[in-house]
């Protein structure tokens, strides 16, 4: 999370090796789309340092998915991004139910996408 005092880090060792992850899914879209959703909603996003500036945002997504690798060695989970641009909701979660039914093909509630 980005917060006035600096980038802070998602998750701590300690959560991360308690879990049973077989997989983790990164869900992330464009920077200048995250610019955009944010000026929809300034009231939200206020408290960030420099919110809407499409640089910091790629430099949090850097760190957020090398973050994201980490957790995923620790974890020995596989990992998986999905590209979230604007109006590709749908998409986004067909991607998400794909990856849900090849980690999860037990789970009978899942939907086909």
């Not at 879990?19 to 879209?29: E, H, P, S, T």
């Not at 060695?73 to 794909?98: K, Q, R, T």
Request: proline share 8%; aromatic share 8%; hydrophobic share 45%.
């Amino acid at each position: 999370m980005d917060t006035p005092a600096g980038f802070v880090p998602s998750l701590p060792f300690e959560c991360i090796s308690l879990l049973n992850l077989d997989a983790i899914i990164l869900l992330q879209a464009p920077a200048a789309t995250v610019v955009e959703r944010r000026q929809k909603n300034e009231r939200k996003y206020r408290f960030m340092r420099d919110w809407p500036n499409r640089e910091r945002i790629e430099l949090h997504q850097s760190l957020l998915l090398k973050a994201t690798l980490h957790y995923a060695l620790v974890s020995g989970a596989s990992l998986e991004w999905i590209d979230n641009p604007s109006g590709g909701l749908d998409a986004a979660i067909e991607g998400f139910l794909v990856i849900l039914k090849i980690v999860a093909p037990t789970l009978d509630t899942i939907p086909d996408p």
